[in-house]
Nanobody
Framework: QLQLVESGGGLVQPGGSLRLSCAASGFTLDYYAIGWFRQAPGKEREGVSCISSSDGTTNYADSVKGRFTISRDNAKNTVYLEMNSLKPEDTAVYYC?????????????????????WGQGTQVTVSS
């Protein structure tokens, strides 16, 4: 069974940091393009970051550029989202998703369209 499981969410104060993990089971992530998305209550889903299958080319939403970093550890079959300088507006449920092989992940990969597999999400709350 192909499955993605996110972890690492929680409550953090503004300015703090969290690292989210996206672990795969049933398939190896290194072949897949991976995206991180988030959805806050009453808002549409937003693409946060993505990473390509091959050389790890990355892309970020303007709202998180310079604060978030996506990376992959193929040996652990896991993709990470390091989140620094967190703001209250970063509060949302964060999801990872896997899509077909992509050597480059441009802005199209910040939409949900290329992705076939989705995790169940992990809550991130930024509040004092």
């Amino acid at each position: 069974q192909l499955q993605l499981v996110e972890s690492g969410g929680g409550l953090v104060q503004p300015g703090g940091s969290l690292r989210l993990s996206c672990a795969a089971s049933g398939f190896t992530l290194d072949y897949y393009a991976i995206g991180w998305f988030r959805q806050a209550p009453g808002k549409e889903r937003e693409g946060v970051s993505c990473i390509s299958s091959s050389d790890g080319t990355t892309n970020y939403a303007d709202s998180v550029k310079g604060r978030f970093t996506i990376s992959r550890d193929n040996a652990k079959n896991t993709v990470y989202l390091e989140m620094n300088s967190l703001k209250p507006e970063d509060t949302a449920v964060y999801y990872c998703a896997a899509g077909p092989y992509a050597s480059y992940t441009g802005s199209y990969y910040l939409t949900g369209l290329p992705y076939h597999y989705w995790g169940q999400g992990t809550q991130v709350t930024v509040s004092s």
